[in-house]
């Protein structure tokens, strides 16, 4: 869309990434996004003026801030699935003391 695709690295460039063949679908899709978050703060860093490339620093930006917001949302997911369950079955907003409701 913004020019010829390469058809090989820029020169100077060294891939030392290593490759793991056998990596779990999870681990995959961290990684990929991590390394397009990685793209897009670099791209946005190296466009001098975004007003003479709005298109594209607009592009770059909503998908830097779409990943964030993914992560974001998996990190609290994951913090919420960690909490202990409440005896009462309402996890989310207990602030009662499960073992003295218990013993009523």
């Known amino acids: 869309m913004f020019g010829p695709p390469r058809s090989s690295p820029p020169i100077g460039y060294h891939h030392h990434r290593s490759r793991v063949p056998m990596i779990s ?3 995959r899709q961290r990684e990929e996004r991590k390394r ?4 897009c703060a670099h791209k946005l ?3 001098k003026d975004s007003e003479t490339n709005l298109r594209r620093s607009v592009c770059i930006n909503n998908t830097y801030c779409r ?7 998996e990190k ?5 699935a960690n909490l ?3 005896r009462n079955g309402n996890s989310s907003s207990c602030s009662c003391s499960c073992s003295s409701s218990s013993s009523l």
């Open 84 to 86: 202990p369950s409440c």
């Open 45 to 47: 860093e190296r466009i």
């Open 25 to 27: 679908p999870k681990l």
């Open 76 to 80: 609290q997911s994951r913090y919420l």
């Open 36 to 39: 397009i978050l990685q793209l």
């Open 67 to 73: 990943l964030t917001d993914e992560l974001r949302r």
